[in-house]
T-cell receptor, first 114, second 117 residues
């Protein structure tokens, strides 16, 4: 089973709202990732967790707050977003945080900020 | 710094044609890994292949084949007898073994492939 699930599939939120994106995998992977993808662009790395600890933060604004409650679950808490934050948010996982391990991606959450 | 270039922004072919997607990379590391991912309209990136820098053997998987040439820093992807289901955006990506702890994927800009019936 190489499945990464993400909820919700679509999300519309106002600039003053607080919402969360959820990602789950049951492949025993110990590295989990958040990416942001704008239309017609490649995914941009936001955060990486390795063994439930934040390993990489790509200078993401504090209105995005990641959380890794356990090895299977990854959340992205959203607060006071801007319209330019509208994008496809992709979660991925890999067995370990190593260059030779492929990442498995979820279907993404399409976020619209109004 | 690592960089991946996919010069073809969009390719349109008719079903059953062969098509090659180009990928050129830059890295200073001697140990690195190259990947291809497919992103259909549904949005999910699907892993297709991984190649390490020490293995220049070409690979074939069904209608898909990959040509890795270190001499030209290229890792091209060919689809033989294309089908409408191959329509997607294809990303080439690179990860370097060093620095330790970094190991993030660098994606190319992607090539949108449209296969017409």
């Amino acid at each position: 089973d190489t499945e990464v699930t993400q909820t919700p599939k679509h999300l519309v939120m106002g600039m003053t709202n607080k919402k969360s994106l959820k990602c789950e995998q049951h492949m025993g992977h110990r590295a989990m990732y958040w990416y942001k993808q704008k239309a017609k662009k490649p995914p941009e790395l936001m955060f990486v967790y390795s063994y439930e600890k934040l390993s990489i933060n790509e200078s993401v604004p504090s209105r995005f707050s990641p959380e890794c409650p356990n090895s299977s679950l990854l959340n992205l808490h959203l607060h006071a977003l801007q319209p330019e934050d509208s994008a496809l948010y992709l979660c991925a996982s890999s067995l370990h945080l190593r260059a030779d391990y492929e990442q498995y991606f979820g279907p993404g959450t399409r976020l619209t900020v109004t | 710094a690592q960089k991946v270039t996919q010069a073809q922004t969009e390719i349109s072919v008719v079903e059953k044609e062969d098509v090659t997607l180009d990928c050129v990379y830059e890295t200073r590391d001697t140990t690195y890994y190259l990947f291809w991912y497919k992103q259909p309209p549904s949005g999910e990136l699907v892993f297709l292949i991984r190649r390490n820098s020490f293995d220049e053997q070409n690979e074939i998987s069904g209608r898909y084949s990959w040509n890795f040439q270190k001499s030209t820093s290229s890792f091209n992807f060919t689809i033989t007898a294309s089908q409408v289901v191959d329509s997607a955006v294809y990303f080439c990506a690179l990860s370097e073994a060093r620095p330790a702890g970094r190991r993030a994927l660098t994606f190319g800009s992607g090539t949108r492939l449209q296969v017409q019936p």
